[in-house]
C-alpha cells in the first residue's frame, strides 16, 4: 500500500484478556519496527523485524508480548493477559533497509480497563 | 546507552515568529544520525529533518533547520515564519550506524508546540 497501516485504530480490552495488533508495512520494504508510547512519554522500542526474523526484540518488556511477521509483510503484536499498564500507543514503522528512514503508521490505541 | 533528552515539555509561538526547540542527547559513539519528528494529533510520526553526524553543515528543509553541536551534543531545531499546521509534538531521536543498532531509534519525551494566533 501506499503507506504503513495499522488496525484496529483503537482498541478498547478488559484486564487479563489477549489483545492482537497488525501492521501492515509499505510492499517491499524489508524492515519493520514496533514502537509503544505512554502519556506523556517518547516512544519506546520494542522489536525490529528483518524480513521474517527479529534480530532485536530486547524492547519487549515482559514474556506477555510477543511479535510475528509473515511472507516479510504482515507483522503481528500480541499482549497476552493485558495490564492497566498496557494502555499506550502501539506504532509500527516500515523502511527499506537498516540505512533508511522510517515511514511510521498511525498507531494502535491500547485501553486495558 | 543512548539517552536523548527533551527540557521543554511546551512551547508557543505566535504565528509567523521563530521558535527553538531544543535537544540534548548522550552518547559515546562518534558517528550517527539524529532525527526530528512531528506527531500531529492523528499520532502519525512524520520526519521533519535529518542530520549525519559526520556532516558540520546544519540540515535545513525548508522553513526548518538545526543547530548541530558535536560536542556540546546538543541538536536543536528552528522553526521559522510558525504557521498554525506546525502546531504538534516535536520528538529528537537518536540512531546509532553500528550495525547491532539495527536502526532503532532512541526518543525523547517530546515538546507541545502550540501556535498562536
Known amino acids: 500500500g501506499a503507506g504503513v497501516s495499522q488496525s484496529p485504530s483503537n482498541k478498547v480490552t478488559e484486564k487479563g484478556k489477549d489483545v492482537e495488533l497488525r501492521c501492515d508495512p509499505i510492499?517491499?520494504?524489508?524492515?519493520l519496527y514496533w514502537y509503544r508510547q505512554s502519556l506523556g512519554q517518547g516512544l519506546e522500542f520494542l522489536i525490529y523485524?528483518?524480513?521474517?526474523?527479529?534480530?532485536?526484540k530486547s524492547g519487549l518488556p515482559s514474556d506477555r508480548f510477543s511479535a510475528e511477521r509473515t511472507g516479510g509483510s504482515v507483522s503481528t503484536l500480541t499482549i497476552q493477559r493485558t495490564q492497566q499498564e498496557d494502555s499506550a500507543v502501539y506504532l509500527c514503522?516500515?523502511?527499506?533497509?537498516?540505512?533508511?528512514?522510517?515511514?511510521f503508521g498511525s498507531g494502535t490505541r491500547l485501553t486495558v480497563v | 546507552a543512548q539517552t536523548v533528552t527533551q527540557s521543554q515539555p511546551e512551547m508557543s509561538v505566535q504565528e509567523a515568529e521563530t521558535v527553538t526547540l531544543s535537544c540534548t542527547y548522550d552518547t559515546s559513539e562518534s558517528d550517527y544520525y539524529l532525527f526530528w519528528y512531528k506527531q500531529p494529533p492523528s499520532r502519525q510520526m512524520i520526519l521533519v529533518i535529518r542530520?549525519?553526524?559526520?556532516?558540520?553543515q546544519n540540515a535545513t528543509e525548508n522553513r526548518f533547520s538545526v543547530n548541530f553541536q558535536k560536542a556540546a551534543k546538543s541538536f536543536s531545531l528552528k522553526i521559522s515564519d510558525s504557521q498554525l499546521g506546525d502546531a504538534a509534538m516535536y520528538f529528537c531521536a537518536y540512531r546509532s550506524l553500528f550495525t547491532g543498532g539495527g536502526n532503532k531509534l532512541t526518543f525523547g519525551t517530546g515538546t507541545q508546540l502550540k501556535v498562536e494566533l
Open positions: 510492499s517491499g520494504h524489508t524492515a
Open positions: 542530520q549525519e553526524a559526520y556532516k558540520q
Open positions: 514503522a516500515s523502511s527499506p533497509g537498516t540505512d533508511y528512514g522510517y515511514t
Open positions: 523485524f528483518q524480513g521474517n526474523s527479529a534480530p532485536d
